[in-house]
């Protein structure tokens, strides 16, 4: 698959309320931002649409932000997909929160996803995370009605689709909800 056809949504957006509602894409670990880390992680897309404000990059990406405004991350996620300016046949989907995730991560849960509308990444406890890959037209195969995509959860926007669970490799599948989960991963 060419480039062209391969984009990514990071989703940015939430409220990050135990967090203080504090941007998480500019936290930073590591020395580095927690968009960055996401953007390594997405590197092979051809297009990247951020969800979220925006922060300070030296990579071409497109921010916006969710439509409806808080509207959940089903919804930043089509709303997302609606911003590309050339419609991937693939999409890379990541939370900024994520940043153990890699180029490694998406390679197999790419080739995971073949002969599948995709692949989701599942902690150690089974649960899916926000770290998949998705085949656009299955997306647009389960997409709601607009009026119905605000709160939104995202495991029901993706029910209806063959995704493959792909297990995580040691602590790519930790998030980052509050300020121990970010001095935990440092």
Do not use: Y
């Not at 995370?129 to 605000?150: G, H, Y």
């Not at 297990?167 to 989960?181: L, T």
């Amino acid at each position: 698959m060419n480039r062209q056809a391969l984009g990514a949504v990071i989703l940015a957006g939430g409220t990050a309320a135990r967090m203080g509602g504090a941007d998480k894409a500019s936290i930073e670990l590591h020395g580095r931002t927690l968009l960055a880390w996401a953007l390594d992680a997405v590197i092979d897309a051809g297009e990247v649409v951020v969800l979220g404000d925006w922060v300070h990059t030296e990579r071409p990406v497109t921010f916006t932000r969710e439509d409806p405004h808080l509207g959940g991350p089903a919804a930043g996620l089509l709303h997302g997909l609606d911003s590309f300016a050339r419609r991937p046949e693939q999409l890379l989907v990541l939370a900024v929160d994520m940043p153990r995730v890699s180029m490694g991560t998406f390679a197999r849960l790419r080739e995971a996803a073949r002969g599948h509308d995709g692949a989701v990444l599942c902690g150690p406890d089974g649960r899916r995370q926000l770290a998949l890959v998705v085949e656009t037209t299955a997306l647009e195969r389960v997409r709601p009605p607009r009026e119905e995509e605000f709160g939104l959860p995202v495991r029901r926007l993706l029910a209806d689709l063959d995704l493959v669970e792909v297990s995580s490799i040691d602590d790519e599948h930790r998030d980052i909800d509050g300020w121990a989960d970010l001095r935990d991963l440092a």
